[in-house]
């Protein structure tokens, strides 16, 4: 292949790459609108209820080619939804929405929550089970692993947290880490994906400095009838530094969702070719 065809190609596969990552497509506050994007089959549902500013949640697409491991689906942050895309060009992005905090949360966490936001939904399983697919990605790596700004959320089904990592332990900073400046070190670390611009990143095209792998939250053998859906998020004892909760289209299912690709996938193909070109290139 000579020279012109490799650099052709890889600009049109830069291209692709660009034109599918992440986009926040708009945000709402209609919780209807948020809750019909994720529903998928054997799922009734009634009228949704969502609390928290306008631009805390919204739809977005392009998540493949971002890294993140799920294509399209509904965005809640603790800042502003437009603020995700990437590349990661600050450490520390904020945004004091002045919303409060969320009492589900507070509960969880220990100390006080602010800027949260959640949506709300009754239920009814045709098979008894759920199961939906989602990424938690934050701000707040790397530098505040094991501090007391541990950002909270949680996917509370009649009560319960359903949101857990690979160990058992609910999903957060604090549990799903590669250690406070990416030493390899940290609990499911292996479910972890660093993009901080103090620890070697950025790798991805996100703006958050690190973020989770895909994880399925599972609950089985529900009671025939009606059973209540919150999802939850917020800042933890302070206003800063964003985190969001980005939950796959279509998967708020009844049965099982599809395998996802490894976060990065295409990213990689599109750095394998730009190798490839700048071999060629040196060789020339």
């Given at each position: 292949?000579?020279?012109?065809?490799?650099?052709?190609?890889?600009?049109?596969v830069?291209?692709?790459?660009?034109?599918?990552?992440?986009?926040i497509?708009s945000t709402?506050?209609d919780?209807d609108a948020?809750?019909?994007?994720?529903?998928?089959?054997?799922?009734?549902a009634?009228a949704?209820?969502?609390?928290?500013?306008?631009n805390?949640?919204?739809f977005?697409?392009?998540?493949?080619?971002?890294?993140?491991?799920i294509?399209?689906?509904?965005?809640l942050?603790?800042?502003n939804?437009?603020?995700?895309?990437?590349?990661?060009?600050?450490d520390?992005?904020?945004?004091?929405?002045?919303?409060?905090?969320?009492?589900?949360?507070?509960?969880i966490?220990?100390?006080?929550?602010?800027?949260?936001a959640?949506?709300?939904f009754?239920?009814e399983?045709?098979g008894?089970?759920?199961f939906?697919?989602?990424?938690?990605?934050?701000e707040?790596?790397?530098?505040?692993?094991?501090?007391?700004f541990?950002?909270?959320?949680?996917?509370?089904?009649?009560?319960?947290?359903?949101?857990?990592?690979?160990?058992?332990?609910?999903?957060?900073?604090?549990?799903?880490?590669?250690?406070?400046?990416?030493?390899?070190v940290?609990?499911?670390?292996?479910?972890?994906n660093?993009n901080?611009?103090?620890?070697?990143?950025?790798?991805?095209?996100?703006a958050?400095?690190g973020?989770?792998?895909?994880?399925?939250?599972?609950v089985?053998?529900?009671?025939?009838?009606f059973?209540?859906m919150?999802f939850?998020?917020?800042?933890?004892?302070?206003?800063s530094w964003?985190?969001?909760?980005?939950?796959?289209g279509?998967?708020?299912s009844?049965?099982?969702?599809?395998?996802?690709?490894?976060?990065?996938?295409?990213?990689?193909?599109?750095?394998?070719?730009?190798?490839?070109?700048?071999?060629?290139k040196?060789?020339?």
């Amino acid at each position: 292949m000579n020279r012109s065809a490799i650099t052709l190609l890889t600009a049109s596969v830069l291209a692709a790459s660009s034109a599918q990552s992440l986009v926040i497509t708009s945000t709402t506050t209609d919780g209807d609108a948020l809750k019909n994007n994720i529903l998928g089959s054997g799922i009734t549902a009634g009228a949704a209820t969502y609390v928290g500013d306008a631009n805390q949640s919204g739809f977005f697409t392009g998540g493949i080619a971002s890294g993140i491991g799920i294509e399209s689906g509904i965005i809640l942050t603790t800042g502003n939804a437009f603020d995700a895309p990437g590349p990661n060009t600050s450490d520390d992005t904020s945004v004091n929405t002045s919303s409060p905090g969320d009492a589900d949360l507070t509960a969880i966490v220990g100390a006080s929550t602010n800027d949260s936001a959640s949506l709300t939904f009754d239920f009814e399983s045709t098979g008894g089970d759920l199961f939906f697919n989602f990424v938690f990605a934050s701000e707040e790596y790397n530098e505040f692993v094991d501090s007391s700004f541990n950002d909270v959320f949680a996917f509370f089904v009649d009560g319960v947290n359903v949101a857990i990592a690979p160990d058992g332990q609910e999903v957060s900073i604090n549990t799903v880490n590669c250690g406070q400046t990416f030493s390899g070190v940290g609990p499911n670390c292996s479910s972890y994906n660093n993009n901080d611009l103090d620890d070697g990143g950025p790798n991805f095209n996100l703006a958050y400095d690190g973020f989770t792998d895909v994880f399925t939250a599972s609950v089985l053998g529900l009671s025939v009838g009606f059973h209540t859906m919150k999802f939850a998020i917020a800042d933890t004892s302070d206003s800063s530094w964003d985190s969001a909760v980005f939950i796959e289209g279509g998967t708020f299912s009844d049965t099982p969702p599809s395998a996802v690709p490894e976060p990065g996938s295409l990213a990689l193909l599109g750095l394998g070719l730009i190798g490839l070109r700048m071999s060629r290139k040196k060789a020339a």
